[in-house]
């Protein structure tokens, strides 16, 4: 049974960071792109970060561009998202997402095929 499995989320003050980590069983991810993606009360889940499956590219949402880090471990079939001076409008629930492309890292999550169940971040102001 393939299974994404997030933690690290939680409750943080605008301003501070979280790390989140996604740990994948039931197959190999080392040939699969990984994405995180994002979903608010009322609003579409949208993309956040995504990397490749040797981690070489890395791609980011304009709007979390210098503050966040997506990284992977292909020897713990892990992958991680380092968030740095959260803002409150970034509340959401993160979700972790593998992609069976290895090299095209899609922001569109239709192109994600496994999905963990996700995490809350909650930013207080």
């Known amino acids: 049974q393939v299974q994404l499995v997030e933690s690290g989320g939680g409750l943080v003050q605008a301003g501070g960071s979280l790390r989140l980590a996604c740990a994948a069983s039931g197959r190999t991810f080392s040939s699969d792109t990984m994405g995180w993606f994002r979903q608010a009360p009322g609003k579409e889940r949208e993309f956040v970060a995504g990397?490749?499956?040797?981690?070489?590219?890395?791609y980011y949402a304009d709007s979390v561009k210098g503050r966040f880090t997506i990284s992977r471990d292909n020897a713990k079939n892990a992958v991680y998202l380092q968030m740095d001076n959260l803002k409150p409008e970034e509340t959401a629930v993160f979700y972790c997402a593998a992609s069976t492309s290895p090299y095209y890292v899609s922001r569109f999550h239709g192109d994600y095929t496994y999905w963990g169940q996700g995490t809350q971040v909650t930013v207080s102001s």
């Open positions: 990397i490749s499956a040797g981690g070489i590219s890395t």
